[in-house]
Nanobody
Framework: QVQLVESGGDSVQAGDSLRVSCAASGHIICVSAMGWYRQAPGKERELVASISHDGIANYADSVKGRFTISRDNAKNTLYLQMNSLKPEDTAVYYC????????????????WGKGTLVTVSL
C-alpha cells in the first residue's frame, strides 16, 4: 500500500523560501512520475510541478523560475523547494504519485498525500 506523507508547510513572509517534503512508503518514487499539486481556498487543485521517472521536471507557468522539484532516491523522498514566495502561493500542497512514467493531468494520479499547508503573508 502506497503512503505519501508531506511535511514542511509553514507560515512565511512574502519573498521567503520554504521546502516541503514527501516521504513515500510502499512505492519506489523513481519508478513512476511524481508531482506536487496545490489547492487554495475556493479554488481547484492544480498541478504545480512534476518529475518523470527519468528525472525530467515540468512546472506550472506561475511557479517557473521560483520552484524546484527534486527527489532523493536513497531516502525515497520528493521535495519542492519554493523561493520568492508570494501570497498567491498560499495553499495546501499535496504530494501525488503518477500511475505511469509521466504526470500531466489529475487523471494520471493514483495516490495522494494528505497535504501540508503553506501560508504566505505580506
Amino acid at each position: 500500500q502506497v503512503q505519501l506523507v508531506e511535511s514542511g508547510g509553514d507560515s512565511v513572509q512574502a519573498g521567503d523560501s520554504l521546502r516541503v517534503s514527501c516521504a513515500a512508503s510502499g512505492h519506489i518514487i523513481c519508478v513512476s512520475a511524481m508531482g506536487w499539486y496545490r489547492q487554495a481556498p475556493g479554488k481547484e487543485r492544480e498541478l504545480v510541478a512534476s518529475i518523470s521517472h527519468d528525472g525530467i521536471a515540468n512546472y506550472a507557468d506561475s511557479v517557473k523560475g521560483r520552484f524546484t522539484i527534486s527527489r532523493d532516491n536513497a531516502k525515497n523522498t520528493l521535495y519542492l523547494q519554493m523561493n520568492s514566495l508570494k501570497p498567491e502561493d498560499t495553499a495546501v500542497y499535496y504530494c501525488a504519485k503518477g500511475d505511469s512514467t509521466v504526470l500531466r493531468r489529475r487523471n494520471d494520479v493514483d495516490s495522494w498525500g494528505k497535504g501540508t499547508l503553506v501560508t504566505v503573508s505580506l
